[in-house]
T-cell receptor, first 113, second 119 residues
Framework: GQQLNQSPQSMFIQEGEDVSMNCTSSSIFNTWLWYKQDPGEGPVLLIALYKAGELTSNGRLTAQFGITRKDSFLNISASIPSDVGIYFCAGQLYGGSQGNLIFGKGTKLSVKP | GAVVSQHPSWVICKSGTSVKIECRSLDFQATTMFWYRQFPKQSLMLMATSNEGSKATYEQGVEKDKFLINHASLTLSTLTVTSAHPEDSSFYIC???????????????FGPGTRLTVL
């Protein structure tokens, strides 16, 4: 079945530093999504990407849909303590309710003040 | 907009009992809702896809008689864990895809999750 490789598995950074994480897939997706999950909470959608090559920003977050449709990255600029959490990428072959999400294993981000 | 709620947020039950978890889309309609399961320090695994007015579609390895799903309306889906056992203890999360226009749907929005502990 489809699998997503998300890296790095964890990151320990200093407040103010930039962060980069990525996901790669063995097969193509038509939608890439990035979520953040805090402990004991459900994932919260950060950025949705619907088109190969698309670069989208949400505040200090920037994500890109790879041109091959098999990868995506998420960058966080000038990290702050509240950025702490687990970030998941998710790929979807069909949009909306037409297909389920395939999740990466997550990147745990720790920010030192 | 696009808020999804779950109830209860946590539940502790004895082995052998059944537990019902509700998933509601508060400010939008969702013809399709999804149920996920997440073990500690792991990613989300899809259990089943719930369609309003029809039977749910279960992923391979998920027992449909064990995890009963009912999607009674465009805003409510329920997951019942029947005859729960300690190995069913997990974090259960639902998501809902918002209906836009016609047959078009938005991406999935997640509920806050339900922590189930079976003693």
């Amino acid at each position: 079945g489809q699998q997503l490789n998300q890296s790095p598995q964890s990151m320990f950074i200093q407040e103010g530093e930039d962060v980069s994480m990525n996901c790669t897939s063995s097969s193509i997706f038509n939608t890439w999504l990035w979520y953040k999950q805090d402990p004991g909470e459900g994932p919260v959608l950060l950025i949705a990407l619907y088109k190969a090559g698309e670069l989208t920003s949400n505040g200090r977050l920037t994500a890109q849909f790879g041109i091959t449709r098999k990868d995506s990255f998420l960058n966080i600029s000038a990290s702050i303590p509240s950025d702490v959490g687990i970030y998941f990428c998710a790929g979807q072959l069909y949009g909306g309710s037409q297909g389920n999400l395939i999740f990466g294993k997550g990147t745990k981000l720790s920010v030192k003040p | 907009g696009a808020v999804v709620s779950q109830h209860p947020s946590w539940v502790i039950c004895k082995s052998g009992t059944s537990v019902k978890i509700e998933c509601r889309s508060l400010d939008f309609q969702a013809t399709t809702m999804f149920w996920y399961r997440q073990f500690p320090k792991q990613s989300l695994m899809l259990m089943a896809t719930s369609n309003e007015g029809s039977k749910a579609t279960y992923e391979q390895g998920v027992e449909k008689d064990k995890f009963l799903i009912n999607h009674a309306s465009l805003t409510l889906s329920t997951l019942t864990v029947t005859s729960a056992h300690p190995e069913d203890s997990s974090f259960y999360i639902c998501s809902a895809a918002r209906v836009l226009t016609g047959f078009s749907t938005d991406t999935q929005y997640f509920g806050p999750g339900t922590r189930l502990t079976v003693l």
